[in-house]
């Protein structure tokens, strides 16, 4: 079976996908639905096919609220506003089976028959389980928080404390599910960036999920950053309704703080992952992402928090750009590390220059060793422009020149080697000279290395 679902179309295993999805639906027993399905999601994954169009369900539209805060993974602890995939199971599973959940689990039941049924409109349905799953998981954490005993039977059902925690924030959330919703509905993402008339659409909403909710209003918030192409353009919004004078928002900068919280956690998780990291094993590539990605989000944060005349929020940022720049000297430091590992050398021969270093091109070098020095010079070649990203200007400038130098001396003595070389030792030294020049590409200007290869050539040539 595995075999055949593997050599269908494209086209023909999305709509197989979408067939074996209704059939589950209606409750069809002659297949393995689940095992089936997963197979086709990978292979429509990894063929970058375009899924169908699912069919709705009471599970996909309970946590449909919330979409927009899940995480695909999560190390350490539970943060606000981000509720893992691995919890919506588990999650569900409990919904559906727990006694002091059942009102929801009956308008989970009802919501799904009317889909099955074709129902022309289901608004009423979802909004009552909607309504019903606030109660139900407000009142089941609520009395977990007081019951130590319950609180541990949840979390082994569920599978770990940050599961439960999803759960309850869960709850919270689908306490301003209706204006969530209509917020989802109103801006499809990703937004770009908000008009005038937008921010009093989303100041409306506000009013009215904290109308629902009061706790749970920030959340439609929290969903609309997690909506924006850069989430820190919300921050526009905060400041905006922070200074509204009005009774509908209460103590909108109190309740709504958690806005930018959460925004400054994902820098300051941002700037202490690459801290941890710049100790750890060296990848190139992904450190210069992780900086770009953190700049980016430090000068975005920073631009907004000047024009809310947000000094406390600019300080927060001017700390992790200081984090952020101290693991740029020690990437770079790795760099070189990694540079010089290419760049082998060995004692001179000779009583007068026992002590002195001289390329040794005698020694292998490693397919990988060659490949890290080339990423390695990449990364220290765009270490300047990054440092100036994130406002550090002196970050490894040192690291840098001294790499820009060594490999320029290098590549000189290289010369040198060439020409006192004879036979296959000249023919190594040749060899090695064409990897370090290909290395050295990022540092040094094209010109430079054209004479310098000019001259390893005219070194090969000579008697």
Aim: with cysteine; charged share 30%; aromatic share 6%.
């Amino acid at each position: 079976m595995l075999k055949f679902l593997g050599a269908l179309p494209d086209a023909t295993a999305a709509r197989l996908f979408a067939a074996l999805e209704h059939d589950r639906a209606r409750g069809g027993r002659g297949l393995p639905h689940d095992a089936l399905l997963d197979d086709l999601r990978r292979r429509l994954q990894a063929q970058e096919a375009a899924f169908p169009k699912r069919p709705p369900t009471a599970k996909r539209r309970f946590f449909t609220p919330a979409e927009d805060l899940f995480v695909g993974h999560r190390a350490g602890r539970k943060r606000p506003a981000r509720i893992a995939r691995e919890s919506i199971n588990p999650i569900w599973d409990l919904v559906m089976s727990d006694p002091a959940c059942a009102e929801t689990a009956r308008a989970a039941a009802a919501l799904d028959q009317a889909y099955v049924e074709g129902a022309r409109s289901t608004d009423g349905l979802e909004a009552a389980m909607f309504d019903a799953a606030a109660r139900n998981i407000g009142r089941l954490a609520a009395r977990a928080g007081q019951e130590p005993g319950l609180r541990a039977d949840l979390i082994a059902r569920l599978g770990g404390a940050g599961r439960f925690e999803d759960f309850a924030e869960l709850g919270r959330i689908l306490a301003a599910a209706g204006p969530i919703r209509a917020l989802q509905e109103t801006f499809p993402k990703p937004v770009a960036a908000l008009t005038e008339e937008d921010v009093f659409e989303v100041r409306r909403l506000y009013a009215a999920a904290r109308a629902a909710d009061a706790g749970s209003a920030p959340y439609l918030l929290l969903v609309l950053t997690a909506r924006m192409e850069t989430p820190w353009r919300a921050l526009s919004v905060y400041y905006h309704l922070a200074r509204a004078r009005d009774p509908a928002l209460g103590d909108f900068a109190d309740e709504a703080g958690v806005v930018i919280e959460t925004l400054f956690d994902d820098l300051e998780v941002a700037a202490r992952g690459l801290e941890r990291d710049a100790n750890g094993p060296f990848d190139a590539d992904d450190a210069g992402l992780r900086l770009r990605h953190f700049a980016d989000f430090a000068e975005g944060l920073a631009a907004e928090a000047r024009a809310g005349e947000d000094m406390v929020t600019l300080n927060r940022v001017e700390a992790c750009r200081d984090i952020a720049g101290e693991a740029l000297a020690r990437f770079a430091e790795q760099s070189l590390t990694a540079l010089r590992r290419a760049m082998p050398v060995r004692h001179a021969g000779g009583a007068s220059r026992l002590m002195a270093l001289r390329p040794d091109y005698a020694r292998p070098l490693p397919a990988q060793a060659v490949s890290a020095a080339r990423e390695a010079a990449q990364f220290l070649a765009a270490a300047p422009g990054l440092a100036r990203r994130l406002h550090r200007a002196p970050a490894a400038a040192g690291v840098v020149e001294d790499a820009v130098a060594e490999t320029r001396r290098y590549l000189s003595d290289l010369v040198v080697e060439i020409r006192a070389a004879e036979g296959e030792d000249r023919a190594a030294a040749r060899r090695h000279m064409e990897t370090a020049v290909d290395i050295a590409a990022p540092l040094l200007p094209g010109d430079e290395l054209g004479v310098l290869r000019e001259r390893a050539h005219a070194a090969a040539l000579s008697a």
